[in-house]
């Protein structure tokens, strides 16, 4: 049986989740994916026998709780545990840590700036408004400014008055702070370098922007406003690693009736009659449905999977322009215990959170001008997070996984990667953890390096990219993936986009799988199995 | 003050006091006041209560927050600061103030000590030395925390007077309310004042942290002749609502941290207009709280009294039996000295005035039934107790 | 007797000229009070070895508006928008990229990247055209508006969704917000042009062509360029201050130089007057001042005279100068390789690739002068002779980046950093060095405290978008008028910003007419 209402292309998780909402539609859906397993880059994988690793995206914070509920992902086996703590090694031999009890992070920042202590209560509490405002536009469509359709115009309306709440200052300070860089926006705040440094972090993961870059304030929220049970802010794990929420995703998607084909790489989704047919295989199989999602970034989807004669050429322009640089590594590491950090009292729990070693603005400002000039910092950002110490399906008794998210890194250092490259690079992060750690080169077991190639290889991420395009301006709400294309239809009838590429973007968010379903279901005038947004007063 | 970095292993500190008040508690009620251990109840709430309304109540407020404000700006500073005229203020005296934000919404209460020219203690319920630091721009001025550098008892009830004094605290006798007195106890000095947050005769006696426990030891030594009762942050609730004194972060939201607009509220809105002068000249607020005062009230907190015995909690208030949302309840205790529920509460007006009814909807439980009832509330101006014996000086000697 | 004096305007720049003269145009008695000894601020002439004129600290601009020109009878009263110039970006190889409006000429140049270029540059002017609205007024306020706050909004959206029709918008709408560099990317082929264009878009900011942000500062000066093309008006800028100057005098208000303002007098939240350095009090229901907000509200009126988060925010405003200038005094005319003589009088830029730009902008931030800087250099003797003594010549240098601060402090190394940049120029000019009589360094230091700007910011306070539009200097005086009743800012720290536009000008005088204040 080759014939399918609807094919999604991609196992990643907008694909699983758009699949989901439309077979529990009803529909009969299909999921294609070219690799041997399902998941994309919300992947758990035994590279190292005994180890799961989180291949890729590490974290979960900002998975939408309305689509968690919707598809009863709770008893398809998802758990997701809040994570307690975030730190920073200073390199003085002290430690900055974002606890999370509240009297211990206070005393903590008091320990660090009496004044910076004080102030983190006017910083949650505008942070928290710019996040619920945001919230709000997660699970909708955003509207196209070129329309003059009711419900455009609708959604603009709607998109005014949720700003029209706040008072005018601010507005304003809301403008600001889309559009000042995270280092000076934090400087409205605190005073202390370590401070200052370990709240600007977040905002350059996975951007081509540095801490100074105005447009990076934003960023924060893209790793702000998740929660965990209401717990605004907070991150936890997948209990078995990211591909816990892949495989929880695909339980529902079946459960509903859709079924799933792995080493099914689409060669090119076929059009006729300015209609999308189906899709061929690289097998030369055909499938034929009427309705065809793309989960591959805008880039893969238009300028590989579909014939540039099926396009109008200022798309093909668009998505030749599409930016999408990979500016993130990644290094999974199987480790004989756990490390020892000296900096750390005994007891301490910071090493249950995250972790990073940079402790000025402008140690983050010179990682990012290596990669400018295409080259890995040479004194990265790293996230390091030891999840085993949680979760025990990670690594066998006693030992240990660690996963060291690396900013920056370059898509394209001078005469390309080899793995010699590679391997330098990965012996950077590792030689900035054992300043920190003086057993830790003992206890590497096996320590897996991946470049923008690696995750570009594995995950089709192009460039490795790991939003599926970054979050500029020019690729956000309206604009994302291009003007005119950002309501997930593609400008072939039947044909839809539901990857990080389109609004709202990456961060295992689930949303864009949604909202496309959203689309779909709508213009097959089927009734909408995806969830409204929990209200946020 | 340093702070060790592990002090992760304590997250909650422990006053001067502590010693004292841990052997004192029967209940093992503590809450966490400013990060602080702090009892709710030492032993029986009626007990703690009465302490305060008839004899001599001691209750450690070393967890409020102390800032020394000094320079040559110091004046200026505060009166930039804060919204009242300072200018009647002298040495040796204290106040009652509020400050604002820029929009004219209240950021915190307070009393602001002056101890000489260019040398002032403000005291605040919450975390204040970032907006003191943004507002100290351009002013000569030296701002410190002192918060666990000062420890302090408050002293209250009617025979605090003789307490003290009975205590080993000479000269008491001309302090009057709003005064600040050098003294000292035994062989250690204490800085005493007037002032207090239970509407009744009392003190609050400041001390350096290693004389805290001498303090306390001075004061119940008298406990064989007289009542002294320590107690905890739930009589002290019952007590400040029956003075009709309002506490920032629980009758309205602070500004610095409301996110949702319109959810903080001016001095006017809480009924603290007579702490803002609109013509001593510049202060935070300024603009905005001269632009208010201009236009009709939107709203006022009120203090009511909620006719019959039903359990006030949380509760929406009405202008009539079953009709339109005026308000709510922010804060109600049953007042044991006047028989009466009372309570302050969020009451919007209608057409710039309070409307002419007001109904609260009781809902409350019996033997874990919910219930519900409308009663009746109606409203004052004046504190709901206020004994004569508050402002005598010198006080009666009992 | 002291006269009755209806506005006093602080500082006689050139914003400060026009929104002078608006004023006095309509009936007040306007007061300028100048601290320096000249008018004209930036645009003041500076001498070099007595013989040796710079015509100002900028030295080249765009025409003034033609609504300015026509209101204020500048051409009667000897302003010419002068001779347009073009743009030669100066390659070491001697192949040099040549601009005009939407041209652009040089070797190896494809003719993709030339016609790129002039759809590029229609484009953008097209964009500059829809903003136009919101140049040439005050920045509507998005709460509380009034009917012309309205109106403006209005006509902005109008201008992007009609003017400029959808796919046009949808451009406009992709890239307003971004950087210069992707935009530039995306469009061209050839280093040197991409180079150029990202030299235009960050000069004068402390902004590098990656910084998102460029693509607007880069449509404000395609918006001044919209009147006209850039030149070297001969009298420089500073004749673009004496026509101000007469038209101000002509219109009755009065100029008093050397006359430096100590304070601006508030009582309760308005303002009176000002007191001067030596005591001296003039009193007046409204204040203008040319001067930089900073200076305005943190050392005129003082932060006890206004709300703490205000000050604050004016506290914040990122505003320190990162472009130093060099005055050369020239015994002859200097020959650059692959440059005619009479190409000369153009504007030649020393930016060969944006990542030349970038790295410049690097050293910047981190307190360095950059050891490879963006140049901007003109000669305007080759416009005007009696800048220099016959034969001879001077040459006006842009040097960026050099910050305000840098480690080490600059007493120690301006005079190195003036040799490198002398002798960076010599590799494009080998017989510079024989040529140079005398010289004159100013770092922003010394700009600030020659031309009374603090940190010696061109534009009075960078042009970020989040210090722009209803956000310039800081919201709560955005709109030219001040948290301080009858105080209203005219400079280029308003809206819209810096360069020789006079629109903040222009607009700070129709906002303070509103308030009714001529009747």
């Known amino acids: 049986m080759n014939n399918y209402d609807a094919i999604v292309i991609g196992a990643g998780h907008n694909g699983l989740t758009n699949a989901a909402f439309l077979a529990k539609a009803g529909l009969r859906v299909l999921v294609v994916e070219r690799n041997a397993y399902i998941g994309g880059a919300t992947v758990s994988r035994e590279l190292h026998e005994g180890w799961q690793y989180s291949s890729c995206s590490y974290v979960c914070s900002l998975f939408r709780p309305e689509i968690y509920n919707a598809l009863d992902l709770g008893r398809h086996g998802l758990k997701i545990i809040p994570l307690v703590s975030s730190m920073t090694f200073k390199q003085d031999g002290d430690y900055f840590g974002s606890y999370s009890q509240p009297n211990i992070r206070r005393r903590e920042l008091m320990r660090h700036s009496l004044r910076d202590a004080d102030a983190v209560v006017r910083f949650d509490a505008d942070v928290l408004r710019w996040c619920k405002l945001i919230r709000g536009f997660l699970l909708r469509t955003p509207p196209d400014p070129g329309s003059f359709r009711p419900r455009d115009l609708f959604e603009f309306a709607y998109l005014l008055k949720k700003y029209y709440e706040l008072s005018e200052s601010q507005l304003y300070e809301f403008i600001r702070f889309f559009t000042m860089s995270i280092a000076e926006y934090l400087e409205n705040y605190f005073e202390n370098d370590t401070v200052l440094a370990h709240y600007s972090g977040g905002s350059i993961i996975g951007t081509g922007l540095g801490v100074y870059s105005p447009g990076t304030a934003y960023v924060l929220l893209h790793h702000a406003m998740g929660d965990v049970d209401g717990n605004i802010g907070s991150w936890g794990f997948a209990r078995g690693g990211m591909g816990a929420v892949a495989d929880a995703l695909a339980s529902s998607f079946q459960a509903h009736g859709g079924e799933i084909r792995t080493d099914a790489d689409v060669r090119r989704i076929m059009v006729a009659g300015n209609k999308a047919t189906g899709v061929e295989l690289a097998s030369g199989e055909i499938i034929t449905a009427k309705t065809v999602v793309s989960n591959l970034d805008a880039k893969r989807t238009f300028l590989q999977i579909m014939d540039e004669a099926d396009l109008p050429p200022q798309l093909v322009h668009r998505a030749k322009h599409f930016k999408i640089r990979g500016s993130s590594g990644k290094l999974n590491i199987a480790l004989d215990g756990m490390p020892e950090f000296p900096a750390l009292p005994h007891g301490s729990p910071l090493t249950l959170g995250h972790m990073h070693f940079t402790d000025t603005l402008h140690r983050l400002e010179k990682a990012y001008d290596d990669w400018k000039d295409d080259r890995w910092s040479a004194d990265p950002y790293c996230d390091a997070l030891v999840p085993s110490q949680y979760d025990p399906s990670l690594a066998p008794p006693g030992k240990h996984m660690m996963s060291v998210f690396v900013q920056y890194c370059p898509v394209n250092p001078e005469g390309g990667w080899t793995d010699a490259k590679r391997e330098q690079f990965g012996q950077t992060v590792i030689d900035q953890i054992a300043d920190y750690s003086p057993n830790f080169k003992d206890l590497l077991l096996h320590v897996e390096v991946r470049t923008p190639r690696e995750i570009e290889e594995e995950t089709g991420l192009t460039e490795g990219n790991i939003f599926q395009g970054e979050l500029t301006f020019d690729q956000l709400l309206f604009n994302r993936p291009f003007p005119g294309y950002a309501q997930y239809r593609g400008p072939v009838k039947g044909m839809y986009m539901c990857g990080s590429s389109t609004h709202p973007g990456g961060g295992v968010m689930g949303a864009p799988g949604a909202n496309a379903a959203r689309e779909i279901l709508r213009d097959l005038r089927r009734p909408d199995t995806t969830p409204q947004e929990f209200s946020d007063d | 003050m340093s702070i060790p970095n592990d002090h992760f292993r304590q997250a909650i500190q422990h006053t001067p006091f502590h010693a004292r008040l841990a052997a004192l508690t029967q209940t093992e009620e503590w809450t966490v006041w400013n990060g602080c251990m702090a009892p709710r109840v030492l032993d029986k709430l009626s007990t703690e209560y009465f302490a305060v309304r008839s004899s001599c109540s001691v209750m450690d407020m070393s967890p409020m927050e102390k800032y020394r404000i000094t320079g040559a700006d110091a004046y200026r500073f505060l009166d930039r600061l804060l919204t009242r005229d300072l200018s009647a203020l002298r040495p040796g005296r204290v106040t009652y103030v509020v400050w604002c934000n820029d929009e004219g919404k209240l950021i915190d209460d307070g009393t602001l000590f002056q101890f000489g020219d260019g040398d002032y203690r403000l005291c605040s319920q919450h975390h204040q030395f970032d907006w003191l630091m943004t507002s100290a721009m351009g002013f000569d001025v030296n701002i410190e925390v002192e918060t666990h550098d000062v420890a302090a008892l408050a002293v209250q009830g009617p025979t605090s007077y003789s307490v003290l004094t009975e205590a080993g605290i000479a000269g008491l006798e001309d302090l009057r309310p709003f005064g600040i007195a050098n003294l000292s106890c035994q062989d250690f000095p204490v800085v005493v004042s007037r002032t207090g947050y239970t509407g009744d005769l009392g003190y609050e006696v400041w001390v350096s942290p290693e004389n805290a426990l001498p303090l306390w030891d001075a004061i119940f030594s008298v406990k064989s002749r007289y009542d002294v009762h320590a107690i905890g942050l739930s009589t002290l609730e019952m007590v400040r609502i029956e003075a009709g004194f309002i506490m920032p972060g629980f009758d309205f939201n602070t500004a610095e941290s409301t996110v949702r607009a319109n959810f903080d509220r001016s001095p006017y809105e809480v009924g603290l207009g007579w702490v803002v002068n609109l013509d001593k000249g510049q202060f935070t607020g300024r603009k905005a709280l001269v632009a208010e005062s201009k236009r009709p009230a939107k709203r006022r907190l009120t203090k009511i009294t909620i006719e019959g015995n039903k359990p006030v909690g949380e509760a929406f208030i009405y202008n009539k039996k079953g009709g339109k949302l005026v308000g709510e309840i922010k804060c109600a205790v049953w007042s044991p000295i006047l028989k009466a529920n009372i309570a302050l509460a969020d009451i919007e007006y209608i057409g710039g005035a309070l409307p002419k009814k007001l109904w609260a909807r009781l809902d409350y439980q019996r033997e874990l039934k919910w219930m519900s009832a409308w009663a009746e509330c109606r409203p004052t101006n004046k504190p709901f107790y206020s004994p004569d014996h508050r402002s005598a000086t010198p006080p009666s000697r009992l | 007797m002291i006269e009755r004096i209806d506005a006093i305007i602080i500082g006689a720049g050139h914003n400060g000229l026009v929104c002078g003269a608006y004023l006095a145009r309509s009936g007040l008695k306007v007061l300028f009070l100048e601290a320096r000894d000249a008018v004209g601020g930036m645009t003041s002439e500076s001498t070099i070895d007595d013989d040796f004129h710079i015509a100002g600290l900028a030295h080249t601009s765009f025409p003034v508006c033609a609504k300015i020109r026509k209101d204020l009878r500048l051409e009667k009263f000897g302003y010419s928008a002068g001779k347009g110039i073009e743009t030669i970006t100066l390659q070491e190889d001697g192949r040099h990229l040549r601009f005009g409006r939407n041209t652009v000429s040089g070797p190896d140049l494809t003719d993709k990247d030339v016609d790129a ?152 939240g308005k303002a009176f007057g000002v007191e001067l350095e030596d005591g001296e009090i003039v009193k007046a229901k409204t204040i203008v001042s040319n001067a930089d907000p900073r200076s305005t509200f943190l050392e005129l009126v003082g932060a006890p005279q206004l709300d703490a988060t205000f000050i604050q925010r004016v506290t914040q405003i990122r505003g320190a100068g990162d472009v130093a200038k060099l005055h050369l005094a020239l015994s002859g005319t200097p020959e650059f390789l692959g ?41 305007p003797s080759l416009h005007n002779d009696s800048l220099a003594p016959r034969g001879h010549h001077v040459m006006s240098v842009n040097i960026q980046y050099a910050p305000y601060d840098i480690d080490g402090g600059w007493h120690e190394q301006k005079t190195t950093f003036a040799y490198k940049i002398i002798a960076l120029i010599g590799k494009y000019a080998p017989n510079l060095k024989s040529l140079i009589v005398d010289h004159e360094f100013l770092t922003p230091q010394d700009i600030e405290s020659r031309y009374n700007v603090r940190q010696g910011h061109w534009h009075h306070g960078e042009m970020t978008i989040h210090q722009s539009f209803m956000m310039r200097p800081v919201h709560g005086a955005a709109q030219y008028n001040t948290p301080i009743d009858g105080l209203y800012l005219c400079g280029a720290g308003a809206h819209p910003g810096g360069g020789l536009t006079g629109l903040p000008g222009h607009n700070a005088a129709q906002r303070i007419l509103e308030s009714g204040i001529a009747k």
Request: glycine fraction near 6%; charged fraction near 25%; include cysteine.
């Open chain 3, 117 to 268: 270029y002039r759809h590029f540059k229609d484009e953008f002017f097209g964009y500059a055209k829809a903003m136009r609205p919101m140049f040439a007024t005050r920045p509507p306020r998005l709460k509380n508006m009034d009917f012309a706050d309205k109106m403006t909004l209005a006509k902005l959206g109008w201008n992007i969704r009609f003017g400029l029709g959808r796919e046009s918008m949808y451009e406009f709408l992709r890239v307003a917000a971004i950087n210069i560099y992707d935009v530039l990317e995306e469009e061209f082929e050839d280093e040197r042009l991409k180079g150029a264009l990202a030299a235009d878009a960050v000069i004068g900011h402390h902004m590098g062509p990656r910084s998102p942000g460029t693509v607007l500062t880069w449509l404000a000066r395609l918006h001044a360029e919209l009147n006209g093309p850039l030149s070297v008006v001969s009298g420089g800028p500073s004749q673009m201050c004496n026509a101000l100057l007469q038209a101000v005098e002509a219109s009755g208000a009065s100029i008093r130089t050397g006359a430096r303002v100590k304070k601006i007098l508030v009582d309760k």
């Open chain 3, 339 to 379: 440059l005619s003589a009479s190409e000369l009088e153009n504007r030649l830029l020393i930016a060969p690739t944006m990542r030349y730009v970038e790295h410049a902008f690097n050293d910047a931030k981190y307190a360095r002068y950059s050891e490879q800087p963006v140049l901007e250099i003109t000669l």
